[in-house]
Each structure stands twice: as C-alpha cells, then as structure tokens.
DNA sequence: CACCTGACTATGTTTTTGCCAAGTCAGGGT
DNA sequence: ACCCTGACTTGGCAAAAACATAGTCAGGTG
C-alpha cells in the first residue's frame, strides 16, 4: 500500500500540521442536509419514485413523525418541491418530487448503494442497479472535467480561497 | 420537470405499491458504517492524508472519545487498518490507514464535497478537488460499465433476489 | 524506579434523533 | 352541518450520538 492511497494536499497548508479542512470543507454542509440517517432513507425512496407521504413512510419504516419532519427539512433545503396531485373523488394532497439540487444527490445515492453492496457481510439480498439502455451496472466513478478516471493517488485539495483562511489563522493565533 | 427524473424500478415490485427496498438495499448497511456525521468526518480527514490519532482528532474537531471510537468502529468493519509507526525519541504508536475497502469510499466522499460545494449557502469557502495531472476539477459520475455516463432518467433499479423477497412477502401476509 | 505523555477509557451530561400515541386540521363527501 | 381521513403536529420518552472531565495505562526516558 503506497503512501499516496490518499488525496493530497496542495497549497500554503498542505503541510500536515497545518492542514485543516474544518470549517471551509463544505462535505460539512452537505451532512447538515442529508447527514442523518432517516434523511438519507427518505432520499433514497425519493430516487425510487416515491412521492407520496405515506408510500415515503412505508418505504423507510420510519415513523410519520420523522419522516414529516425530514421532508419539511429536505423541503426548506430546496432538496424537495411539494406539488399538489388529486385522485378521483379525493381532496387534494402534496406529493414531493425532487428538484435539480435534489436529483444533484444522484451520485452519492449511487455511491452508497454501490458501496455498501460490496459489503455483502450482512443478511440482505441486495439490489442492482442498471443502465436501463443496456443493462450494464451501474457505478460512482470519481472522473476530472477532462474525462480522466482519477484514482486516488492522483487526486488531489487545495482550499479555495487560502488568503482568506491565512488571514483568519493569524487573528485566532493572537488573542492566546 | 419529467416523471422519469427517478430511478426506475424494474421487476416484479416495480409497481409503486409494491416497492420496498428496505431490508434489501445495502445502502442501509452503508449507513451503518459511515452513516453518523462524526464517522463520516474521520473518513474524510483519512482521506485527506490524516493517519494520527492527534491530528484526525485535531482536525475533525470531534472530542478524542468519539474520535477514539469512530476509529475503533472503522477498524472492526475493516475501513482502517491500525499500522506501528514511530518518531526517534519516542514511542511506537499507531497509525490508521485506509484499507481497500476504506478507499472504496472514495466516491463517496467526493460525490458528497461536490454536491456540498454546489449549496453555497453556507459562511464556508470551500475546497476544490483537482486531478493532479491536469488541474482539472474532480467530480463523481454515474456510469454504467460499458462506460456511458447515466442520467437519472436512464437508471433502473431492481432487487436481487426476487424470488427470495416473493416467499418472504407470501410468509409475511399469512399471519395477520 | 519514577515520571511523562499520548492514546485511549469511563462516567455523567447534553444534544440530537427517532418512536409512540394521541391530537389537530382541513378538504371533500354525504 | 357533520363526518371521514390523510397529513401532519405535539408531548413525552427512549436511544443514539456527542461532549466534558477525569482517570488509566503503557512505552519510553532519565
């Protein structure tokens, strides 16, 4: 196993003392949304059609409180869209659909499922998922906006805006 | 927005009543394992190069008894390995590296910091992940194995082991 | 042997997540 | 107007996750 079996860092604070990702990696952001484990379920049945509150609440086997709850979230996050539908000879409900910033979880829901069957360590059967044109498996793949497949040993982080964090490390080193 | 912005379900339970993936999907075992915020924290600082207790520590800003025991968890689900390593004039310790199957998370985590980095709604500055070849940035994408790169409305999804999920399903409305 | 200190562990507490049961509410139907 | 019922909300509780603090332990060093 080689050293570089892990992203490297780049940049002012690619010394490993230094490096930080604390408070400016926005992997944070993206846990505060979907970083429960009921809210990535509810997402999940989302990607599998379902729409509607008590298929969602049947689906995940979660109790309706939490899933209310959840959806109210994922909904104040522009993750979902409520939209009203109307069977026949019945009052008019919401169903939820997921919005561009919703279906953009695409990969992470398919990198999850992808990796977790690779597991096979528990009693589940599993599930596969295809492209429907030509039924091949589907995967996650990490790939650069060129087109490279990057392995891990050639990728690599910098912060983005390193004045910014260098400014804010000499006024937290001041008042000690 | 179209009605086929989801994965479709394909089989036997592909009707909208019928569907469940819970208890089937793995994307449930996944979640065991790297499903609470704190877990998901230390694998990203792994990824980033961290191996140290100290520093995964220092770095997620988690307290050392969580960093102590989301460590001790990825261990006994075989994500890290534990490695002696020591510094002249002091003691042997132990490192934490990424196995194969820790670095399997891999698109995970980037699939999670991409879409993070699209909310932009947050005080945070963001990181960037490049291909260090190229500079280009990094991004995870669905593809199948023939190398197409799948829209969600190209996806399909069915379970494994239909005829196992039947019989449960049979044993399952028999005592009510 | 005594001491230092890094890596934990233990305990109690707080916060968050999730569950259960009961309740509320509003849109249709009668 | 009354009733039904799907979609929540509420309150109390339990479990899980995380924190803070103090403690233990063992490998080095002096």
């Given at each position: 196993?080689?050293?570089?079996?892990?992203?490297?860092?780049?940049?002012?604070?690619?010394?490993?003392?230094?490096?930080?990702?604390?408070?400016?990696?926005r992997?944070?952001r993206a846990?505060d949304v979907v970083?429960?484990?009921?809210a990535m379920?509810v997402v999940r049945e989302l990607f599998y059609g379902g729409t509607?509150?008590?298929?969602?609440?049947?689906?995940?086997?979660?109790?309706?409180?939490?899933?209310?709850?959840?959806l109210?979230q994922l909904h104040a996050d522009g993750i979902v869209e409520r939209r009203?539908?109307?069977?026949?000879?019945?009052?008019?409900?919401d169903e939820y659909v997921l919005t561009d910033r919703g279906r953009g979880l695409f990969p992470i829901v398919v990198a999850?499922?992808?990796?977790?069957?690779?597991?096979?360590?528990?009693?589940?059967?599993?599930?596969?998922?295809?492209?429907?044109?030509?039924?091949?498996?589907?995967?996650a793949?990490?790939?650069?906006?060129?087109?490279?497949?990057?392995?891990?040993?050639?990728?690599?982080?910098?912060?983005?805006?390193?004045?910014?964090?260098?400014?804010?490390?000499?006024?937290?080193?001041?008042?000690?």
């Amino acid at each position: 196993m080689s050293e570089t079996d892990v992203i490297e860092r780049l940049g002012a604070f690619s010394e490993r003392e230094l490096w930080t990702a604390k408070g400016f990696c926005r992997i944070e952001r993206a846990l505060d949304v979907v970083g429960t484990r009921s809210a990535m379920l509810v997402v999940r049945e989302l990607f599998y059609g379902g729409t509607r509150f008590d298929e969602l609440a049947r689906r995940t086997n979660l109790s309706e409180a939490v899933v209310a709850s959840r959806l109210k979230q994922l909904h104040a996050d522009g993750i979902v869209e409520r939209r009203p539908y109307q069977e026949e000879g019945q009052r008019t409900r919401d169903e939820y659909v997921l919005t561009d910033r919703g279906r953009g979880l695409f990969p992470i829901v398919v990198a999850l499922i992808q990796w977790g069957e690779g597991l096979k360590d528990d009693h589940r059967t599993g599930v596969e998922l295809v492209h429907r044109d030509c039924d091949a498996p589907l995967s996650a793949q990490v790939r650069c906006e060129k087109g490279h497949e990057v392995p891990l040993d050639q990728a690599a982080v910098r912060l983005k805006d390193e004045k910014y964090v260098t400014a804010l490390r000499s006024r937290a080193r001041k008042p000690r």
